[in-house]
């Protein structure tokens, strides 16, 4: 060998290895150490790791390192442009290695690793990976809705364009796949969710979408509230000018707007406006047709603040004039009958509740006789019809055949 070449190989076996030194160091990691890197002779090392992962999962990374004992081997993450040293693990006898991968492991985004080795001759180094964390889905959805009502879950899956996605719903003390669908190029999706719709309650969901390698995203856990419909109570009849009211609750778990509507001319016509209690509870005036004898038609709203409009089951409230239309209403005589009664009632009294016959002694407006038969409170008009509603029924079988046997004998 020529002095020449000895000369060269001298440089070549006692040049100085490449020396890094980190800048700076990251909150959780470690700045890298300047440690001399030998290259490696058969190509460059590699490490091995899943590409993408959920925030939250626990991720690795394996390889091995040329060496016929244990050595000493971390991961490296590039942050703000530096690398600064991570986990560090010892390798088995073989040089191979697991070694987690904790920096980012809570937040979504795109990390870059190395992983590097103390072998004997020095520091050696894999070449750069990324790992990508994914966001969990996110999910929205209504909260609350009333039976029967069609409501939705909607949302994004991070990184998994036209992918499967699906509801589950917690039943019977486990989770049970609902609604399948699939998730648009940029991973929004949106879902029906259609457990539980008819039938009031609360109902915990999950969202769950699966990427091409068979990874499994799963939101939070949300709840749906199905409302029931609204209660309403109210009086069957009411006199002329009395003031009356409706009242009831709704499933609601605040306040909120409500009002009465009527059935005028063909159509429903909202009339007086109030708000339940934080509770649900209501209670409203009836006023339409307050001085009008008449039977109207009612019914009871309110509107949640996803703009939904519950409303309670329609209801009639009569409005009596006061006299014998009255009378005869709350003495339980039906209006087709009305005519009849006040055909014999007003030869029979004249409609005058404390008439007397001074011969027979018959009282009232039916003109009991005796007038022991009504009782104490013959005076009492409501009381007198009453009584003759049940006369009437026994002895001739109801009013029409009363007033035809009055027709003929001018009696009854």
Known sequence: MSRATRLLASVATSAVALITIASSSVSGVVPASADVVVPAEAGVYTAAAAPTK???AAAYTWGRFPTSGSVRAWTEVKVGGVWSRSQVVSTDATGYYVIPLTYGANTAGTYTFRVRGELPGGVVSTQEFTVRRLAKPTVTSAGAKLVGLTTYVWGRVDGAGGGRVWTEVFAGGRWV?????QTSSSGSYT?????????RGTYSFRVRAEYPDGMVATSRHFTLRRLGSPTVSHAASKYVGDVTYAWGQFDTPGALRVWTEVFAGGRWVQSRVGQTSSSGSYTLPLTYGASTPGTYAFRVRGQYGDGSV?????FNLQRIAEGKEGWMHQAGIPQSDWRYVDHIVTRESNWNPRAVN??????????????????SRWYDPVVSLRWQHGYVKDRYGGYQGAYNFWVRYGYY
């Open 191 to 199: 879902l029906p969710l259609t457990y539980g719709a008819s039938t």
């Open 358 to 375: 001074p011969y027979s002694g018959a009282c009232g407006l039916a003109q009991a006789n005796p007038c022991s038969k009504v009782g």
């Open 177 to 181: 796949r609902s609604q399948v669908g």
């Open 54 to 56: 959920m925030v939250g």
């Open 310 to 314: 519950a409303t309670t089951r329609e």
